[in-house]
């Protein structure tokens, strides 16, 4: 396997159409080589090119299912790490844009993940007798390997109900990271009390919290977000709901809890799919996720008669997402048809081996 040492500046002036042909002429080169995974969030001019879409888990697994020796993943940092640590020894996985990275799983490092796990022990005795870490999968491969060496587990949006009821199984509380929103959601769905469920700020010395409030805690929440949901408020869902009382609210559950109360569905990006793609034709929506999915799912369900509505009334994308770009595409794939690789994401060995652990039980769950 050779390295490219290509910059690729000469590809970055490229124009979009010039990209797209030679996008088109790199694939037909590579063959079943390679395999393009696309995510729900990404651009309307790149996921035009992929040969499976999804949301991260599934495409990670559907993608360990091929042959193809590149996984080229039009994501972000993450879904590439977790696909190189499902996929098969002699896959490569790819990300386009090493820039690509998301806000939410860089609010939650390993150092403050440990620094947490030290404090809970002042406060608690052996926080491995007491607490079960989750991560969420948007998260880096070292906390998910925390999880697999401290007898956690990951969730997704969709498993994230078993998996709480699987981790309160092991012990009586859950360290969730690095998404608040989601995990306060589950949690209330459980019939956890709010004040039971505290929000750890690891900028703070014990997050922020009294020795009274950690003891009594039943989920541990840190302090994250997605940029993107955050956007959405309980006022945008009121407004609409007055112009159209017969209409549909659904949500993503990184969305906060007054959001989530206030749709008639919440669900993943795949449940949010399916939900609107099954509805009667002529229903009316409006949708708490990332733009570029909404706009799409706008466009096709326009001839069933169903209109499809973006909550946020100012623009807002995955701009992280947004970096991998047709001009990205081109480069990479025309480095892959010449036989050198680019932007290879390569989990280190003992840390995959451990994120694995974690991974393995969530699947072996859900």
């Known amino acids: 396997m050779?390295?490219?040492?290509?910059?690729?500046?000469?590809?970055?002036?490229?124009?979009?159409?010039?990209?797209?042909?030679?996008?088109?002429?790199a694939r037909a080169r590579l063959g079943e080589r390679a395999v393009l995974l696309c995510h729900h969030y990404q651009r309307a001019d790149v996921y035009q090119h992929a040969d499976l879409t999804g949301d991260s888990l599934k495409l990670a697994r559907l993608a360990s299912?091929?042959?193809?020796?590149?996984?080229?993943?039009?994501?972000?940092?993450?879904?590439?790490?977790?696909?190189?640590?499902?996929?098969?020894?002699?896959?490569?996985?790819?990300?386009?844009?090493?820039?690509?990275?998301?806000?939410?799983?860089?609010?939650?490092?390993?150092?403050?993940?440990?620094?947490?796990?030290?404090?809970?022990?002042?406060?608690?005795?052996?926080?491995?007798?007491?607490?079960?870490?989750?991560?969420?999968?948007?998260?880096?491969?070292?906390?998910?390997?925390?999880?697999?060496?401290?007898?956690?587990?990951?969730?997704t949006s969709t498993n994230a109900p078993v998996i709480l009821d699987w981790a309160f199984s092991k012990r009586e509380k859950v360290l969730f990271?690095?998404?608040?929103?989601?995990?306060?959601?589950?949690?209330?769905?459980?019939?956890?009390?709010?004040?039971?469920?505290?929000?750890?700020?690891?900028?703070?010395?014990?997050?922020?919290?009294?020795?009274?409030?950690?003891?009594?805690?039943?989920?541990?929440?840190?302090?994250?977000?997605?940029?993107?949901?955050?956007?959405?408020q309980p006022v945008h869902i009121d407004r609409w709901r007055e112009k159209h009382p017969h209409g549909f609210v659904i949500s993503h559950p990184e969305s906060m809890l007054e959001v989530c109360q206030k749709s008639d569905y919440v669900g993943s990006t795949e449940f949010i799919l399916n939900t609107i793609t099954q509805a009667p034709p002529g229903t009316h929506?409006?949708?708490?996720?990332?733009?570029?999915?909404?706009?799409?799912?706008?466009?096709?369900?326009?001839?069933?008669?169903?209109?499809?509505?973006?909550?946020a009334p100012t623009v807002c994308m995955c701009s992280t997402m947004q970096r991998i770009d047709p001009q990205h595409l081109a480069w990479t794939l025309e480095n892959l048809a010449e036989g050198k690789v680019v932007n290879q994401i390569k989990v280190p060995a003992h840390e995959a081996e451990l994120a694995r652990i974690a991974l393995d039980r969530m699947l072996a769950v859900s």
């Open 65 to 155: 299912q091929t042959d193809a020796e590149y996984i080229v993943f039009c994501g972000v940092h993450f879904m590439a790490e977790v696909a190189d640590i499902l996929s098969k020894p002699s896959q490569i996985a790819i990300l386009p844009d090493l820039a690509a990275g998301c806000s939410m799983a860089d609010m939650a490092s390993l150092a403050k993940v440990e620094r947490c796990w030290r404090e809970l022990a002042e406060v608690l005795g052996k926080p491995d007798e007491l607490i079960t870490p989750v991560t969420y999968i948007n998260s880096a491969a070292d906390l998910k390997a925390f999880c697999g060496e401290h007898g956690g587990i990951v969730c």
């Open 2 to 25: 050779q390295v490219s040492t290509i910059s690729f500046d000469r590809f970055n002036v490229l124009a979009d159409n010039e990209a797209q042909e030679r996008i088109r002429a």
């Open 285 to 311: 929506w409006l949708v708490g996720t990332e733009l570029n999915l909404v706009s799409r799912l706008a466009e096709e369900m326009k001839p069933q008669g169903k209109v499809v509505q973006f909550m």
């Open 177 to 232: 990271f690095p998404d608040q929103h989601l995990g306060r959601w589950t949690g209330f769905k459980k019939g956890i009390p709010l004040d039971e469920m505290v929000v750890w700020d690891p900028d703070l010395e014990y997050g922020g919290l009294t020795p009274e409030q950690i003891r009594k805690a039943k989920i541990l929440l840190w302090k994250g977000h997605c940029s993107v949901h955050q956007m959405f």
